[in-house]
């Protein structure tokens, strides 16, 4: 069981992070992780340099994991499900003994996915749920409860869970890098109307992903919401010599 203040500095993670970001843009920079975030006036990193962050302000469980590209083979298996590498090959190193100790309690966490450098996509509450030393990887999800293999976890989530469900973190992972890798390469505008206000921005499917399109940079535009929308229904479209067409109705109206 976590102690009260520890417990207290995680949930105000959350009610920080649940007003830092919206519904659509689960997009943060490392400086306001490490400089923002603030419980009774001190301020309380959220992630560290390793992979699996325990602040020094809480006494016994991290606080978050990270998954950085070029460092780590963690795999997304399915909507909610994540496999999490080891720190180093040790099971017994400290970071990882921490880890099995929050899968233990049922403790949640913040999850972090770096898609551009000092840029993340965020979902918590997050819950280790098993643990496989032979692979040196973890199970995490973001489901209320997880019965896995022959690990099951059954206790209710409680408040953290009723307060900050997450949902279908796959989604929002390919969701958010494929809008931080697009925009990115417009340079935070839109290619129709030059629109320079990122909250107002998409990245929008030359392919639609329903027709096999895949999320990746020479598969997107940068479009604010109206293009946007103009382009998914036909009303607008760009051929492939950089022609803005608009259909002819909209033209005459």
């Not at 913040?110 to 996509?121: A, D, E, N, T, W």
Request: glycine fraction near 4%; proline fraction near 4%.
């Amino acid at each position: 069981v976590e102690d009260p203040n520890s417990q207290a500095i995680r949930l105000a993670a959350f009610e920080w992070l649940n007003s830092k970001l919206d519904n659509t843009d689960y997009v943060i920079d490392w400086s306001s992780l490490v400089n923002d975030f603030k419980f009774k006036g001190e301020t309380i990193k959220l992630i560290g340099a390793k992979g699996i962050w325990k602040p020094k302000q809480i006494k016994q469980f991290p606080i978050s994991i990270t998954s950085v590209q070029d460092r780590y083979e963690d795999e997304i298996i399915s909507d909610d499900l994540i496999k999490y590498s080891y720190r180093g090959t040790d099971p017994n190193h400290f970071d990882n003994v921490g880890l099995r100790e929050a899968m233990k309690s049922q403790i949640p966490l913040i999850y972090f996915h770096q898609v551009l450098k000092g840029r993340y996509v965020v979902a918590w509450p997050v819950f280790i749920v098993a643990d496989s030393p032979s692979e040196l990887k973890f199970t995490v999800s973001a489901e209320s409860r997880a019965v896995i293999g022959d690990s099951s976890v059954s206790e209710p989530m409680g408040e953290y869970q009723s307060k900050y469900q997450t949902r279908q973190v796959k989604m929002r992972l390919h969701q958010s890098s494929f809008r931080e890798l697009v925009l990115r390469a417009y340079r935070d505008h839109c290619a129709i109307c030059n629109l320079k206000h990122r909250s107002l921005l998409d990245a929008a499917h030359i392919i639609a992903d329903s027709k096999g399109g895949v999320p990746q940079v020479n598969n997107g535009l940068s479009l604010c919401k109206i293009h946007h929308a103009a382009y998914d229904q036909n009303i607008l479209g760009i051929n492939p010599d950089y022609i803005i067409e608009v259909r002819e109705d909209i033209l005459k109206e």
